[in-house]
């Protein structure tokens, strides 16, 4: 991909120089929006202005802008710019057009202002890493070609795609002292340049243990590595904070247009444009997240495969449509049923399973990092059995049926779990309903939480130490609208999608 002429290229840069790194602005937005959420939750009434979001004290009943002729400002080229707000620039503290906006109005100013002041940052951080790293002289004798396309994947796309970018919201925000809209020009250059963003995020598997390997294996490259951080350029951030910036970019900035998009007026064209650049960014970071899946699986099957010896049959372990689920040790019981006894550890022996999507391999593990298999079945075919109660000796024991296992046979494994049972090793429906209740205990009694991650609406289990509960009842019911507004085209697209399928 073509890069932007080099002359505009420097002149940009002569301004962002004080521009704070990208990992900066995400750390001090991050505090910050914390910050501003836990005042609000603080507060009786959540349209109160937090501090950063101040209103002027001489608001007045909107009046139009558009007959007006606003000087022209260069906000992004202002050398003095470091991370302001759109309303303490001094080019909008002095053309009065604060005593003019309805301080709704002012806070999609900043939302707006946010998303292209923070490209800026993240344009300045890929520079570096582009120049101070990538191009590094001594850093090209140390590594291969092959190695270096691996470690800095396609970033000279990336940051190309950037630059593209960041000129299209600075014309934009030039063009009028009040921004009219960034959403469409984030909905263009999504749609027709942010797949170089899928490849690079991709890529991250190889990435990360392609640099593990070269600090492991070249004392040569670790060495320029940490002096190279150790520039004041770098203001003592790590090389690996650089190489991840490309996949925090693109999660972020799907949250930046859905910030704007609850701060549009609703049923208006910035609303849909904003509608529109949120949907295309979540289509662009599900393929990110789902190449970056489908890169770790395929890593992990590989190292798996190389790790089974087959005493049966061999079974095939690698495939695009496998992947792992959980791998662990297991206790199994031994002896005819008559002489169990629990009081000698002998009757037990440790065997371990993989469990995949679609399979269940049963081993021993052996010397060398190395399991011998010595069972299989696919999962479908897979039931347990809780035992009755038989006293605490009998405690965390139950039995493991295949219904048809290597040998084309019905076998069945009275195992043994060092804590509690775990229904997910068999698909849903296959066991008893005691699957229900070991989650139930998780979020009651140990503290964890069933929640969806915005960036990617992946849902899961996370400890309830890592969030805060929002106690205010109104601030609760504000961020439940905001949500169905974000995802209401969503919806909207499923329904018309469903009906067609019911014609």
């Not at 960036?455 to 805060?468: A, I, L, N, Y």
Request: with cysteine.
């Amino acid at each position: 991909m073509e890069l932007i002429q080099v002359s505009d290229i420097l002149f940009l840069f002569t301004y962002f120089r004080k521009w704070l790194l990208y990992q900066e602005y995400r750390d001090k937005s991050t505090r910050q929006e914390i910050e501003t959420r836990r005042l609000q939750d603080s507060q009786t009434d959540p349209e109160e202005s937090s501090p950063s979001e101040e209103t002027p004290s001489e608001a007045e009943p909107t009046s139009t802008t558009e007959n007006k002729a606003p000087p022209q400002i260069s906000l992004l080229r202002n050398s003095n710019s470091r991370f302001n707000l759109w309303q303490d620039l001094p080019e909008i503290r002095s053309s009065g057009v604060l005593s003019i906006l309805q301080p709704d109005e002012i806070k999609l100013q900043e939302a707006m202002f946010e998303l292209v002041t923070s490209e800026a940052s993240y344009y300045k951080s890929l520079n570096l890493l582009v120049s101070h790293f990538m191009e590094n002289e001594r850093l090209k004798k140390i590594l291969h070609q092959s190695e270096a396309h691996i470690l800095f994947s396609n970033v000279l796309d990336v940051m190309a795609v950037s630059e593209r970018f960041l000129l299209d919201l600075e014309q934009r925000v030039e063009e009028n002292i009040v921004i009219s809209d960034v959403c469409d020009i984030v909905y263009q250059h999504t749609v027709n340049h942010f797949s170089v963003y899928i490849t690079y995020v991709s890529n991250q598997t190889y990435q990360e243990r392609a640099y593990k390997q070269l600090l492991q294996d070249k004392p040569a490259f670790r060495e320029l590595i940490s002096q190279l951080e150790l520039d004041p350029k770098c203001k003592g951030l790590s090389f690996s904070s650089f190489l991840i910036l490309p996949f925090q970019r693109i999660t972020r900035l799907k949250l930046l247009v859905q910030n704007i998009l609850k701060k549009v007026e609703e049923k208006s064209d910035r609303e849909t444009t904003a509608l529109d650049a949120h949907k295309e960014l979540e289509t662009v970071v599900k393929a990110c997240n789902e190449g970056v899946r489908k890169m770790s699986r395929t890593e992990q099957m590989i190292s798996i495969q190389k790790k089974l010896e087959f005493k049966i049959k061999s079974v095939p372990i690698i495939s695009h449509s496998r992947w792992l689920l959980k791998q662990g040790e297991l206790q199994q019981m031994n002896g005819p049923k008559t002489s169990r006894t629990l009081r000698t550890k002998k009757l037990f022996r440790e065997i371990y399973l993989f469990l995949f999507n679609d399979l269940l391999v049963i081993c021993r593990q052996i010397p060398g990092d190395k399991y011998q298999v010595f069972d299989s079945a696919p999962r479908g075919l897979l039931r347990v059995e809780e035992l009755e109660d038989q006293g605490q000796s009998l405690a965390n024991v139950f039995i493991l049926r295949l219904l048809e296992n290597a040998d084309d046979r019905e076998a069945s494994y009275m195992l043994k779990a060092s804590s509690h049972y775990c229904p997910g090793w068999v698909p849903p429906g296959a066991g008893s309903a005691f699957g229900h209740s070991w989650w139930q205990r998780q979020d009651w009694s140990t503290g964890w939480i069933f929640g969806e991650r915005l960036h990617d609406q992946e849902r899961g289990w996370f400890p309830s130490s890592m969030g805060e509960e929002i106690l205010n009842p109104k601030i609760r019911a504000q961020n439940l609208k905001e949500c169905f507004r974000v995802h209401k085209s969503d919806d909207s697209q499923r329904r018309k999608l469903g009906s067609r399928n019911r014609q």
